[in-house]
């Protein structure tokens, strides 16, 4: 029962992960949606960090692609990326979802796993 409980308890983690990345893709596509130009802006840097700056062009953003390396992409592209990322953590939610289940189901009635 132990072993049952354990991986539970995994898989409860990665899925409250997995929300709280959903909740955070989805708030930076609103801010994406509702960015325009501002003299004296507050730039989120990460975290709950803010610089003050301003924002000249709304329509082309930097994306981080990784090892410090940015290319320029239109907002609708940004957004249609968010979406992809999204749609990617949405199926992995629901798969977990369905492991989880799986568990539940097996530690109501033990099988080997």
Request: glycine share 4%.
């Amino acid at each position: 029962m132990d072993n049952y409980d354990e991986i539970l308890d995994q898989l409860y983690q990665e899925k409250e992960l997995l929300e709280k990345k959903i909740v955070e893709y989805s708030l930076m596509k609103q801010y994406v949606k509702d960015l325009k130009k501002e003299d004296n802006a507050y730039i989120n840097v990460g975290g709950y960090i803010f610089a003050k700056g301003s924002i000249a062009d709304q329509d082309n953003l930097l994306i981080n692609v990784g090892r410090g390396i940015f290319i320029e992409k239109s907002r609708d592209d940004v957004l249609k990326i968010i979406d992809e990322v999204v749609n990617k953590l949405t199926q992995e939610l629901d798969n977990l979802n369905k492991n989880i289940l799986v568990i539940l189901n097996r530690k109501k009635s033990p099988q080997p796993l």
